[in-house]
């Protein structure tokens, strides 16, 4: 599957990072991880600051599939809102995804200082506008429950969202809680220190064609034909993790993204905030450390790599008028623009954790439009659960949750 097309921003602004080499022989290992992106990177860091002996592969170029492509906003606020998540999972599941996904924002915070490394991540803050009068009602009951449950959040009125942030809408909720960051970088960079400090192993370009289950765990087979002998196996293959799903559990988008030329920093909006909205598909936008818009959205549902490169220029295009009806005062010049693919699931969370029956085989799937927290939840839950520790977070984001 092309996983994007068009430039990602990211590929261009950091080195191209490909100093691996495929595996060229049978070998053995505790935890194989199959995917280098943000998911495989974090999972990798978990595993091997607790000790234990893993391994990545990946049929690209490390961290070069939808880590690549994504804009990296860090929010808390997952894309089905709380009201509704609560509707669909009851409170208590809702309200711990919710919990869980912003701690997960400090806790990548928290994964950088530890290895003295900033991916660009940087604290901003995230303004959720109301697109028209329905949306408006929403952000009433959805700040009522962010409130009950202690979740960041406060209320913009017209006025002050106008006074405040130079923005034009009947109402926004805010929180000082969300960040931002490179995530091609984050994930190659933890690549390369776990390397360097305890040994990982990365192979790439190497695909995983077949896989067994044995008495001891899995044997992998890459395409040239290699055994992997492994105890237990991490798929944290994005959005190609189907090959080794028994079954579909997401639904696959096109999404577009573009940046500006840098700006003058004065020109860019107050707070360089996360701005998203109520409308579905959203349109959402942030900054960059070099001082340029990165904005993105127009999500339509995915038939095909085709179809959805063929709509790049126009999507483009609707972008910018989007931006344009926001800031129309900020100039924007498109510098790259690019679409990728991204999955969603029916409740808005991840799946992660063993699919029945299959207990050395755990998934780590970050789908939706906070892949990048997700990632780090996954790691966290992996590692416990070979540590033998619980989490409770397995049964939010687990198979067999029951909705
Ligand atoms: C345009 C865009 C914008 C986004 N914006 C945001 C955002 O603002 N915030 C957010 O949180 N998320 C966002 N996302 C989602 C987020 O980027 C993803 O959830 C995240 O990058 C997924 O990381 P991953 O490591 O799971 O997958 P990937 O980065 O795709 O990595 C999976 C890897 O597995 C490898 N692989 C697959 N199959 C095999 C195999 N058989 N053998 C070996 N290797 C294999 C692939 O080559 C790939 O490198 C966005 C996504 C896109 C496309």
Same mark, same amino acid.
Not at 30 to 45: E, K, M, Q, W
Not at 65 to 84: F, K, M, N
Not at 117 to 127: G, K, L
């Given at each position: 599957?092309?996983?994007?097309? *068009?430039?990602?921003?990211?590929?261009?602004?950091?080195?191209?990072?490909?100093? !691996?080499?495929?595996?060229?022989?049978?070998?053995?290992?505790?935890?194989?991880?199959?995917?280098?992106?943000?998911?495989?990177a974090?999972?990798?860091?978990?595993?091997?600051?607790?000790?234990?002996?893993?391994?990545?592969?990946?049929?690209?170029?490390?961290?070069?599939?939808?880590?690549?492509?994504?804009?990296?906003?860090?929010?808390?606020?997952?894309?089905?809102?709380?009201?509704?998540?609560? %509707?669909?999972?009851?409170?208590?599941?809702?309200?711990?995804?919710?919990?869980?996904?912003?701690?997960?924002?400090?806790?990548?915070?928290?994964?950088?200082?530890?290895?003295?490394?900033?991916?660009?991540?940087?604290?901003?803050?995230?303004? !959720?506008?109301?697109?028209?009068?329905k949306?408006?009602?929403?952000?009433?009951?959805?700040?009522?429950?962010?409130?009950?449950?202690?979740?960041?959040?406060?209320?913009l009125?017209?006025?002050?969202?106008?006074?405040?942030?130079?923005?034009?809408? /009947?109402?926004?909720?805010?929180?000082?809680?969300?960040?931002?960051?490179?995530?091609?970088?984050?994930?190659?960079?933890?690549?390369?220190?776990?390397?360097?400090?305890?040994?990982?192993?990365?192979?790439?370009?190497?695909?995983?064609?077949?896989?067994?289950?044995?008495?001891?765990? !899995?044997?992998?087979?890459?395409?040239?034909?290699?055994?992997?002998?492994?105890?237990?196996?991490?798929?944290?293959?994005?959005?190609e993790?189907?090959?080794?799903?028994?079954?579909?559990?997401?639904?696959?988008?096109?999404?577009?993204?573009?940046?500006?030329?840098?700006?003058?920093e004065?020109?860019?909006?107050?707070?360089?905030?996360?701005?998203?909205?109520?409308?579905? /598909?959203?349109? !959402?936008?942030?900054?960059?450390s070099?001082?340029?818009?990165?904005?993105?959205?127009?999500?339509?549902?995915?038939?095909?790599?085709? %179809?959805?490169?063929?709509?790049?220029?126009?999507?483009?295009?609707?972008?910018?008028?989007?931006?344009?009806?926001?800031? /129309?005062?900020?100039?924007?010049?498109?510098?790259?623009?690019?679409?990728?693919t991204?999955?969603?699931?029916?409740?808005?969370?991840?799946?992660? *954790?063993?699919?029945?029956?299959?207990? %050395?085989?755990?998934?780590?799937?970050?789908?939706?439009?906070?892949?990048?927290?997700?990632?780090?939840?996954?790691?966290?839950?992996?590692k416990?659960?070979?540590?033998?520790?619980?989490?409770?977070?397995?049964?939010?984001?687990?198979?067999?949750?029951?909705?």
């Amino acid at each position: 599957m092309d996983l994007y097309s *068009g430039l990602p921003y990211w590929l261009i602004k950091n080195q191209l990072v490909n100093h !691996y080499n495929p595996l060229k022989a049978d070998m053995q290992v505790d935890v194989a991880i199959i995917g280098s992106g943000i998911t495989g990177a974090l999972t990798a860091h978990e595993l091997c600051r607790a000790g234990i002996d893993c391994a990545v592969f990946d049929k690209r170029m490390v961290a070069t599939g939808s880590t690549a492509a994504s804009t990296s906003l860090l929010q808390y606020e997952i894309d089905v809102p709380l009201v509704d998540m609560e %509707r669909l999972l009851g409170t208590d599941v809702a309200v711990k995804a919710y919990q869980a996904s912003l701690q997960a924002i400090t806790d990548i915070e928290d994964v950088f200082n530890e290895v003295s490394y900033n991916p660009d991540f940087s604290r901003v803050s995230s303004i !959720y506008l109301a697109s028209n009068k329905k949306g408006r009602r929403l952000l009433e009951s959805e700040l009522v429950a962010r409130q009950q449950y202690g979740l960041p959040v406060t209320w913009l009125d017209a006025e002050a969202l106008w006074e405040k942030h130079r923005l034009k809408a /009947p109402a926004a909720l805010k929180n000082t809680e969300a960040a931002q960051m490179d995530c091609y970088r984050a994930a190659t960079y933890l690549l390369h220190y776990h390397e360097q400090q305890h040994g990982l192993r990365v192979f790439s370009p190497t695909e995983i064609r077949g896989y067994q289950e044995t008495k001891r765990g !899995y044997d992998l087979v890459t395409a040239d034909g290699f055994r992997i002998q492994s105890r237990y196996v991490v798929i944290a293959a994005g959005f190609e993790a189907g090959y080794f799903l028994p079954k579909k559990v997401m639904d696959l988008n096109s999404t577009y993204a573009l940046i500006s030329q840098p700006v003058d920093e004065d020109q860019l909006w107050p707070e360089r905030s996360l701005i998203w909205e109520t409308r579905k /598909p959203y349109f !959402y936008m942030r900054t960059t450390s070099d001082n340029r818009m990165m904005i993105g959205g127009a999500d339509i549902s995915y038939k095909d790599a085709d %179809r959805r490169d063929r709509q790049l220029r126009a999507k483009v295009e609707q972008l910018k008028q989007q931006f344009g009806k926001i800031y /129309p005062d900020i100039p924007f010049e498109v510098d790259m623009a690019w679409c990728g693919t991204f999955s969603t699931t029916k409740d808005g969370l991840p799946y992660i *954790g063993s699919w029945s029956g299959k207990n %050395r085989m755990f998934f780590a799937l970050g789908y939706g439009g906070n892949g990048i927290t997700f990632s780090m939840i996954a790691a966290q839950v992996i590692k416990h659960i070979l540590l033998g520790n619980d989490d409770e977070r397995i049964k939010i984001f687990g198979f067999d949750r029951s909705h």
